[in-house]
């Protein structure tokens, strides 16, 4: 039992589907199926995986789980969707993929969503980054709110903040400072747009961030999750 890897390379995504089992040996294959196929992929790509017929995962192979999730970061790709259905299998992936504390998939239920997804939410436009533990200012009509970013990409992030659930459209500025290499810090003040709130969460959208801005934050973005090139 093989992952099977598929370019398309007009739409600029790749697309694999795995086995009932994923075990460290077909992962490593995987792997290699995998480089081959980005090698061809213009910047931003997207990937999609099927692990809708997959019901197990071997711990072993979750090492190798990570050095891929890296991989992809060096790549840069735009958005990572899994399609999962309800079951065990759905949750250990979960579980396995947050301890790995990397990106933020998207979590689909069928293909018909995540093609949904990607025809119509690019919006986030942009890998999420795990950053729990970071904190941010948020200023809000001159009031400034303390809040945990949990996940952080190039265009948005979203922050834990449980004493005030700003309205949708809400302007603020985000201050905080993220290590770019081993004791050299950068300070980031972002104008942002409030497009949700709910549960002690807000999510936010960057504004007019620069291109010069965006290459120093990804940098930031990929010490910061631990990845090493």
């Not at 795995?18 to 490593?28: E, Q, R, W």
């Not at 709910?198 to 120093?216: N, P, R, Y």
Request: glycine share 6%; charged share 25%; proline share 2%.
């Amino acid at each position: 039992m093989t992952f099977k890897v598929e370019g398309n390379y007009k739409a600029n995504r790749l697309s694999y589907t795995a086995p009932a089992h994923v075990t460290k040996s077909n992962l490593d294959r995987f792997f290699t199926d995998l480089r081959f196929c980005i090698s061809d992929m213009q910047p931003n790509f997207d990937v999609v995986g099927d692990f809708s017929n997959c019901n197990l995962m071997y711990l072993n192979s979750t090492g190798t789980l990570r050095y891929i999730m890296q991989y992809l970061l060096e790549k840069r790709i735009r958005d990572k969707i899994r399609v999962v259905s309800d079951n065990f299998l759905s949750r250990q992936l979960k579980t396995v993929t947050a301890r790995q504390r990397v990106y933020e998939p998207i979590y689909v239920s069928t293909l018909h969503e995540a093609e949904s997804h990607l025809a119509t939410e690019r919006r986030r436009n942009g890998l999420r980054i795990y950053l729990q533990g970071k904190t941010g200012q948020f200023f809000l009509n001159d009031e400034a709110i303390h809040g945990h970013i949990m996940c952080m990409s190039t265009s948005g992030c979203s922050m834990e903040q449980k004493n005030l659930q700003p309205l949708c459209g809400a302007k603020a500025l985000l201050t905080l400072d993220l290590e770019e290499q081993k004791g050299v810090n950068q300070h980031f003040e972002i104008r942002t747009e409030v497009i949700r709130s709910e549960k002690g969460m807000i999510f936010i959208k960057f504004l007019d961030l620069e291109e010069a801005q965006k290459d120093t934050l990804w940098k930031c973005l990929l010490y910061e999750s631990g990845f090493q090139p």
